[in-house]
């Protein structure tokens, strides 16, 4: 690289770039800065302002030009960033910068409708596929080693990335592998076709008639041992798993597209004896429903986008911190959020879909720490492994959300559990989604209560 001086700042330029070539530069960038001092891209190169000390005003303006092979870098990209109409904040807390903006929203366009299965605390697609497109290439590994309904490998099926995934809890295979390389509509609806309806006409699970219609719970309950005989016997297929993903989905909800009366939706069962309430509450009884239809008629939907296809992927039922199965090097970017404190429980959330797959859910090992001090540990020996599955020069991105109210700031916790490793933080990213000039690294202060913002830590690992 040869440097410039510039009265505003100095000129960086790839060593191939001759003196006239660099002065008709420096005069595009400044032309630039006098429209705007704040960024501005031409092709096949980028120009980026730094911001030190006071925010929301910008003071010390250093334009650095670069050619995009020469850094292809994600904190410039993350500087120069006003896909949506802002400029991105740059703090520095402790030494590292924080990016605050708004980098993906639910104004973009709408994800791929296979991710349309709901899962407590499951990311926006947005989100990996921020991260899937600016640091990967098609056919690397893209990871989650707390895949919950599988987001982070879905996308990158989608991207012509290798899906690899991990979560403690079954039920997440379930969710997620049939949506890769998943059967035709066609093959759906011929399957619904041989599935024996008739002979289910009895159940053995009254207190589930809080929730359906005896005849529904006879479908239900005669669906759940035919998938069940099917696994036993070796010959549960990639379209008995769609069937299965689709009915997990359609098990409890508040509308007609579901199997229950009103309730809650699938990742957050009500108990038998809640649902009592509600009913009671709501006058209601459970109405029959039509199980294979309401199965066809989620599976056109979620098909509706077309597959996401992927010649090798790569699931694991496991603690994320012991994944042996997964080779060392093997992964080039993990875009992950684990489970936070003590806000969310996996357990009795899911304990009717853990029911349908015959998955005794006390047997799941779902971290819960309420202690921060046992959560950063718990993300140390996470990140210890994570070291060693990623390739030199491979990201991991982790999201950890907004807890108590903004109180507490997880990213910390996972800078400090990443010292020793051979990992280096390189920042931390705040997606709000309700970006404002009062915007701030520390917290919700500014946001609307109940508006969701992303912390993520970006860590790279060392050559
Ligand atoms: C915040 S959710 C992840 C959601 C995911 N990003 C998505 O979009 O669906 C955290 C997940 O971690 C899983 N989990 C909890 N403890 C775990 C552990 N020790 N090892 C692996 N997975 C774990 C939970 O089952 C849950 O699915």
Not at 93 to 113: D, M, S
Not at 167 to 182: Q, V
Request: hydrophobic share 40%; net charge neutral; charged share 25%.
């Amino acid at each position: 690289m040869k440097k410039w001086p510039l009265e505003c700042g100095f000129f960086v330029a790839p060593r191939s770039l001759d003196r006239g070539a660099a002065l008709t530069a420096i005069n595009h960038i400044w032309l630039l800065g006098r429209k705007e001092l704040a960024s501005g891209s031409s092709r096949g190169t980028s120009c980026r302002t730094r911001d030190d000390g006071d925010r929301g005003r910008r003071v010390n303006h250093q334009l650095h030009l670069f050619q995009e092979e020469d850094e292809p870098d994600l904190l410039a990209e993350l500087r120069t960033f006003r896909d949506f109409g802002e400029s991105t904040l740059v703090e520095t807390v402790g030494g590292l910068p924080y990016f605050i903006n708004e980098f993906w929203t639910a104004r973009q366009r709408q994800a791929h409708r296979l991710h349309e299965v709901s899962y407590r605390a499951c990311f926006k697609p947005q989100l990996p596929a921020f991260f899937i497109e600016r640091l990967t290439a098609p056919g690397d590994v893209v990871y989650d080693p707390f895949m919950g309904r599988g987001t982070t490998p879905i996308e990158a099926a989608l991207r012509d990335r290798i899906p690899y995934g991990n979560d403690t809890n079954p039920l997440s295979r379930a969710l997620t592998e049939p949506r890769i390389n998943p059967p035709t509509l066609a093959q759906v609806k011929a399957r619904l076709g041989e599935i024996p309806w008739g002979t289910f006409d009895h159940y053995d699970h009254a207190e589930l008639l809080t929730f359906y219609h005896p005849t529904t719970l006879a479908h239900i309950e005669g669906l759940r041992a035919w998938l069940m005989e099917r696994e036993k016997a070796g010959l549960l297929d990639q379209t008995d798993r769609w069937v299965r993903m689709v009915a997990l989905n359609r098990l409890t909800g508040h509308s007609a597209g579901f199997f229950s009366v009103y309730t809650l939706p699938p990742n957050q069962a009500v108990t038998v004896e809640r649902q009592r309430l509600i009913n009671e509450k709501r006058k209601q009884t459970p109405p029959p429903r039509d199980v294979a239809a309401i199965i066809a008629k989620k599976s056109a939907s979620l098909l509706s986008d077309g597959p996401a296809l992927a010649p090798a992927s790569l699931f694991l039922t496991a603690q994320s911190d012991a994944t042996s199965e997964i080779p060392e090097a093997a992964v080039a970017l993990t875009v992950t959020s684990p489970p936070f404190l003590d806000i969310v429980n996996y357990e009795s959330d899911n304990w009717l879909r853990c029911w349908f797959m015959g998955i005794d859910p006390t047997s799941v090992k779902i971290a819960m720490h309420r202690k921060v001090e046992a959560w950063q540990a718990f993300i140390a020996s996470t990140l210890h492994e994570l070291a060693r599955i990623t390739r030199p020069g491979g990201h991991i991105a982790f999201e950890v959300g907004e807890v108590r109210n903004g109180k507490v700031r997880l990213e910390e916790n996972v800078i400090a559990a990443a010292e020793g490793l051979p990992l280096t933080p390189l920042g931390v990213m705040i997606n709000q989604q309700e970006f404002t000039k009062t915007s701030n690294c520390w917290g919700v202060s500014n946001n609307e209560v109940g508006t969701n913002s992303n912390r993520i830590v970006l860590l790279k690992r060392d050559q």
